[in-house]
C-alpha cells in the first residue's frame, strides 16, 4: 500500500507540474503549448481512442440529373473533420459537414447550373489509415446553427458526459497543412489546460487565437479531469467546433 501511495504521490505531482507549465486562462493566447504541438503526453495516450477523422464527399448534379465528378473519383468535392467518440458509441462530429459544398471553392462556378448532394461518409482513427463507411447518421434535434450531429458505431470507450458546463478542462484541437489528411502523420494535435471558462446562454466559450497559423483546423473536443484517489476519469464537456464561421468551444450539455 505504501508503495502504490508513493507512485500516485508521483504521478499526482507529475501531472501537477505539467498543468502548471502550461497553463492558459480562456480568454488569454497559449504562449507557450507551439512547441508541444507534436508531442506525447499522458493525456492524449488515454483519450487518443476517442478522435476520429471524419470525411463527407458530395457530388453535384446538372438541371438535367447528369452527375459531375473531379479527380476521377466518385465524388465532386469532400470535406474532413474531427469526431469525438462518446461512452454510448456515438461519435460526435460538427453540423457543417454535411454541407461540404459550402466551403468548397471549387463549386462557386457550379451553384448555378448544379445541385449539390452528399453521398459517402467515412471515418477512421485519428492516427489510422484504414476508413470504414457508415449510413447510420442522425441529427441532432435541435435546429440550430450549432447543432452536432453524431451516428452510431460499434466503437465504445470509457469517457462519460459532463453534467455541467465546465469552469476548467484540457482542450484538444486538430490541424493539419494537408488539404486531403489521408496518410498517417497529417494530422497534428494541440493541448490547452483552461482555467476560469466563461460560457454564454447559448453554451459557447470563446477563446482567442490559438497561433495555428497556415493550418487548417480540423475540430477537437473539450475534456473535464477528476481526479479521486488512485484514480483519474475523463468526461467529454465539449467540442471545438465553428460557430458562425469563429472556432469556439461549444458545451455538450446543450445536446444531452
Given amino acids: 500500500m505504501q508503495i502504490l501511495n508513493n507512485m500516485l504521490g508521483k504521478t499526482l505531482l507529475f501531472l501537477t507540474g505539467f498543468f502548471y507549465f502550461f497553463?492558459?486562462?480562456?480568454?488569454?493566447?497559449p504562449k507557450l503549448l507551439y512547441q508541444?504541438?507534436?508531442?506525447?503526453?499522458?493525456?492524449?495516450?488515454?483519450?487518443?481512442?476517442?478522435?476520429?477523422?471524419?470525411?463527407?464527399?458530395?457530388?453535384?448534379?446538372?438541371?438535367?440529373?447528369?452527375?459531375?465528378?473531379?479527380?476521377?473519383?466518385t465524388y465532386f468535392g469532400r470535406t474532413f473533420a474531427v469526431g469525438v467518440l462518446s461512452k454510448d458509441s456515438r461519435i460526435w462530429f460538427p453540423k457543417y459537414v454535411r454541407y461540404p459544398w459550402l466551403t468548397d471553392p471549387n463549386f462557386k462556378e457550379y451553384k448555378d447550373t448544379h445541385t449539390p448532394k452528399i453521398t459517402g461518409l467515412r471515418y477512421r482513427l485519428v492516427e489510422d489509415t484504414l476508413y470504414r463507411e457508415n449510413i447510420n447518421v442522425d441529427e441532432s434535434?435541435?435546429?440550430?446553427?450549432?447543432?452536432?450531429?453524431?451516428?452510431?458505431?460499434?466503437?465504445?470507450?470509457?469517457?462519460?458526459?459532463?453534467?455541467?458546463?465546465?469552469?476548467?478542462?484540457?482542450?484538444?484541437?486538430f490541424y493539419t497543412s494537408n488539404p486531403a489528411p489521408e496518410n498517417s502523420g497529417d494530422i497534428k494535435h494541440l493541448i490547452i489546460s483552461l482555467d476560469e471558462m466563461k460560457w454564454t446562454s447559448e453554451g459557447i466559450c470563446y477563446l482567442k487565437d490559438t497561433y495555428i497559423d497556415g493550418q487548417r483546423i480540423l475540430g477537437g473536443a473539450l475534456y473535464q479531469r477528476i481526479i479521486t484517489p488512485g484514480k483519474i476519469e475523463w468526461r467529454l464537456a465539449g467540442f471545438y467546433t465553428l460557430v458562425n464561421g469563429i472556432w469556439v468551444i461549444n458545451s455538450i450539455k446543450m445536446y444531452k
Fill in 23 to 29: 497553463h492558459v486562462r480562456c480568454q488569454e493566447k
Fill in 36 to 73: 508541444i504541438l507534436n508531442q506525447e503526453n499522458i493525456e492524449y495516450q488515454a483519450l487518443k481512442p476517442t478522435f476520429f477523422l471524419v470525411c463527407q464527399e458530395y457530388l453535384i448534379s446538372s438541371k438535367n440529373g447528369t452527375p459531375k465528378y473531379r479527380f476521377g473519383k
Fill in 141 to 173: 434535434p435541435k435546429d440550430t446553427t450549432v447543432a452536432e450531429i453524431f451516428f452510431v458505431s460499434e466503437d465504445s470507450c470509457g469517457v462519460k458526459y459532463s453534467e455541467n458546463h465546465v469552469n476548467k478542462g484540457t482542450l484538444f484541437i
